[in-house]
């Protein structure tokens, strides 16, 4: 089986030039939502989700539990997730990791980010 670029040599010369923000913004208009951003948590990944949530914060950011990542893999995911404490953010992008590490409340459901801080 063949896998061909769906880029044209043109395109990926436009691309090139574009600044981080714009590649986003290319990639939403060119495959809406179905753009989506895997990640291991690690330093260079955590540079991209924060990229994501302050221009792209439709792009949904998810990680491959495979019951074996450290706690601080966790702990990293719900940090990234919460709303930065200054007015500057553009709000969180919530990741799976963060749902899965939410405390499971009654009834089967995950808690929600503030019911697991105790806010609202």
Request: aromatic share 8%.
């Amino acid at each position: 089986m063949s896998t061909q670029s769906p880029f044209t040599p043109e395109v990926l010369q436009e691309v090139e030039t574009f600044k981080a923000e714009q590649v986003l913004r290319f990639a939403h208009e060119r495959y809406g939502d179905r753009v989506a951003f895997a990640s291991s948590f690690g330093a260079e990944d955590v540079v991209v989700i924060d990229l994501i949530s302050r221009h792209a914060p439709w792009i949904r950011v998810f990680t491959l539990d495979t019951g074996r990542l450290p706690q601080e893999t966790y702990e990293l995911a719900i940090d990234l997730t919460q709303p930065p404490p200054t007015p500057w953010g553009a709000g969180a992008c919530e990741t799976d990791a963060a749902r899965l590490a939410r405390p499971v409340a009654p009834g089967g459901r995950r808690a929600s980010p503030a019911t697991r801080s105790g806010g609202g």
